[in-house]
């Protein structure tokens, strides 16, 4: 966090050292996008206060970044509803898979990927179906969507599923996998982590229970720390604003990190500051404090 942060008092509030961001380190599901009903169905929507405030940071010279556990395939489709693909001397960058993918979206729609990690998933992935063999598992195949063990529930997941058999998943290197057990309890999950350990592995759980594996030392912090290298920034320079146990190490990492008022307490621990839950554009709230309404 800044110095201004950690001192207990509010960066750039008058008699501190004047800090706005320079790069804002957005999430996207519970921070940019809620769920809307309308026409007999739910569909993700970014509130119009919260597509203008990022326009407004962005047109003020902040460097908007993406950052999310979602796949780059997933990740496009959001920058595509903010009308943000960056522009030829300044593509937009994207952290994705919690980190383990760094990209560029290029004016064009094209991914030019920057930084990836990779690991062996075989031995955490075996583990937790031992214990949870309900679970089902996914991984990334990019371009056209995921390669599943059994279909995930719907709306879950963002393109095709291919059923394919768990020996299959984990017979290369993986940026990330996805076990999800949808009559399971994210508790169960918690649990579950602790109870393996999962040696070889990094693991995150959603807001159900979905369980993210990631290579070991990779996270959403990891991953903006290349975008900050490529952008001559530094994690000081750094406004984060999510809401999920993935965000935990970008908050605290970053200069300033928010919490959106919906979050879990782990997450609100790890902040800065929260602002107002996502159904109230909290997103937008904290944006306007750097650049105006």
Known sequence: MSDAAASGGEP???GTDGWRPRLIALDIDGTLLKWVEGAGTTYEQIAPRVHDAIWR???????????SGRSPHGMTRIADLLAMKGHEDEPLWVVASNGAVVFRYLPGGEIDVVHEETFDAGPAVRAILEEQPTARVAIEDR???????TPFPEGELHGEMTVTEVEELVSRPVSRVIIRD?????DDFVDL???LGLHGTDYVVGWTAWLDLTPVGVSKASGLEHVCAA???TAADVLAIGDGRNDIEMLAWAGRGVAMGQSVQPVIDAADAVTDPVDLDGAAVELE?????
């Not at 949808?182 to 994210?186: E, L, N, S």
């Open 12 to 14: 750039g509030t008058p």
């Open 57 to 67: 940071a962005h047109e003020m010279g902040a460097h908007i970044v993406l950052s």
């Open 143 to 149: 371009g056209n969507g995921y390669r599943v063990t």
């Open 182 to 186: 949808p009559d399971a309890t994210a």
């Open 193 to 195: 982590g602790a109870r």
């Open 231 to 233: 952008l001559d920034l």
């Open 289 to 293: 404090r750097w650049f105006g309404a």
